[in-house]
T-cell receptor, first 109, second 114 residues
Framework: AQRVTQPEKLLSVFKGAPVELKCNYSYSGSPELFWYVQYSRQRLQLLLRHISRESIKGFTADLNKGETSFHLKKPFAQEEDSAMYYC???????????FGGGTRLMVKP | EADIYQTPRYLVIGTGKKITLECSQTMGHDKMYWYQQDPGMELHLIHYSYGVNSTEKGDLSSESTVSRIRTEHFPLTLESARPSHTSQYLC?????????????FGEGSWLTVV
């Protein structure tokens, strides 16, 4: 069974501070990991995926297979980063995306 | 405009009523999904479909049923709603051509059963 854990329900930081949203997973196959974001009054949308190795809105995430983690990081948080962030894992067949419980990021001025 | 639409956005109904949540996408995606999410909790996959006439149960058991008669349409039905069905239901679709499991979500349907 595949499982995604986001240990923090709420993360509050000041503007300009570094941010790390934690994500751990368990999966017996080769995982494909994603981060989804939901801004206030908007729909859930893809932020980034590990296979792309991209930086989106200053966020990056590195897949660490040894620690089974896919933490989301940003060196300097902005107020507009305040949102709900969900880590997600896709199975090998690509037909099931399992989400973590989500972390609410609040960036204070 | 290519998008995924859900109706109704908000629904309050009485126990025992039959309801159908509509979901349509104009992106030509083959795969479609229904997720259920209680406030502040995880998203759980309850149904998915690979294409027309294909429906599968997700990892969370649900009393709802789905159908996929047309590619663009994936309605979810509850034959007899109960208060335990109160939740947000998110419809989504994906296109393997844009990267495996890049899922696009609708705005969600909030269901309250009283």
């Amino acid at each position: 069974a595949q499982r995604v854990t986001q240990p923090e329900k709420l993360l509050s930081v000041f503007k300009g501070a570094p941010v790390e949203l934690k994500c751990n997973y368990s999966y017996s196959g080769s995982p494909e990991l994603f981060w989804y974001v939901q801004y206030s009054r908007q729909r859930l949308q893809l932020l980034l995926r590990h296979i792309s190795r991209e930086s989106i809105k200053g966020f990056t995430a590195d897949l660490n297979k040894g620690e089974t983690s896919f933490h989301l990081k940003k060196p300097f948080a902005q107020e507009e980063d305040s949102a709900m962030y969900y880590c997600a894992l896709s199975n090998n067949a690509g037909n099931m995306l399992t989400f973590g419980g989500g972390t609410r990021l609040m960036v204070k001025p | 405009e290519a998008d995924i639409y859900q109706t109704p956005r908000y629904l309050v109904i009485g126990t025992g009523k039959k309801i159908t949540l509509e979901c349509s996408q104009t992106m030509g995606h083959d795969k479609m999904y229904w997720y259920q999410q209680d406030p502040g909790m995880e998203l759980h996959l309850i149904h998915y479909s690979y294409g027309v006439n294909s429906t599968e149960k997700g990892d969370l058991s649900s009393e709802s049923t789905v159908s996929r008669i047309r590619t663009e349409h994936f309605p979810l039905t509850l034959e007899s709603a109960r208060p335990s069905h109160t939740s947000q239901y998110l419809c989504a679709s994906s296109d393997p051509g844009t990267g495996r499991n890049t899922i696009y979500f609708g705005e969600g349907s909030w269901l309250t059963v009283v």
